[in-house]
């Protein structure tokens, strides 16, 4: 196989020039969205475009539209729009931010996802930064902003699903209630079960749930290295190994 492609079980994208590589974390939240029903969603923060064909793999009804500040991110995930062209009809690629897109879209959606930037990139790295360090790190885009804007663009029975570093939890809970957003899932992942929770999946809606959240675990390898049942069968439609 060819290095710089990632094969999933029906498709493959080309895994080369985008800032962000196909990682866990993006196939994991591309996996776990509630988007069956969803006729319009927005990838913020597309990369390569690996969230929204998976997403357009699960749901071929759904217009899909990916958004990255990264030209090279856009290229690639246009790219692979042409190698996966009867999979990606209702997928569209933009290179804008996500405050610009605010301003022109014009439209609201069923369905937001996003894998964004987890760390502030002041405390990492001295500038002038690159495109891959912009990628995984709060730099053009804080989460005050994210929830701000994704507030915006949701339709009012509509969803943001995101994955974010678990250590930032008190920061979204603290942001989502300042901009009338209500935590209706969430999933706490870890590397193994003996592990502390590394990683956090989070659905919000604009309306508060009669219910309380549903809260679940998920451990990515069992103790001997073996990768968990349920880890297999979150993503067994994806992976060619499973």
């Known amino acids: 196989m060819d290095k710089d492609y990632f094969y999933f079980k029906d498709f493959a994208l080309r895994n080369r020039d985008a800032s962000l590589k196909i990682n866990t974390d993006g196939v994991l939240l591309a996996a776990w969205a509630e988007i069956e029903d969803a006729i319009s969603i927005l990838d913020i923060g597309t990369s390569s475009g690996v969230i929204a064909f998976i997403l357009a793999y699960r749901n071929s009804k759904a217009s899909i539209e990916g958004i990255d500040i990264c030209e090279n991110s856009i290229l690639e995930a246009r790219y692979n729009k042409t190698i996966n062209s009867q999979l990606a009809t209702n997928v569209t690629f933009l290179n804008q931010s996500l405050q610009e897109y605010i301003l022109e879209c014009g439209q609201t959606y069923s369905h937001i996802v996003c894998n964004p930037p987890f760390f502030d990139i ?121």
Do not use: W
Not at 196 to 223: D, Q
């Open 122 to 242: 002041d405390k990492a790295y001295s500038t002038p930064v690159t495109s891959k360090q912009k990628a995984k790190h709060s730099y053009d885009l804080s989460v005050d902003e994210l929830l701000q804007c994704s507030s915006t663009l949701m339709r009012d029975r509509g969803k943001l699903s995101i994955i974010i570093d678990y250590r930032d939890l008190v920061e979204i809970e603290k942001s989502c209630s300042e901009n009338q957003l209500y935590i209706s899932r969430k999933v706490e992942i870890s590397g193994k079960p003996s592990k502390e929770p590394n990683r956090l999946l989070i659905e919000f809606t604009k309306s508060k749930l009669a219910r309380e959240t549903a809260t679940s675990s998920l451990s990515i390898r069992e103790e001997n290295g073996n990768y968990t049942n349920e880890y297999k069968q979150l993503t067994k439609d994806l992976y060619l190994n499973f």
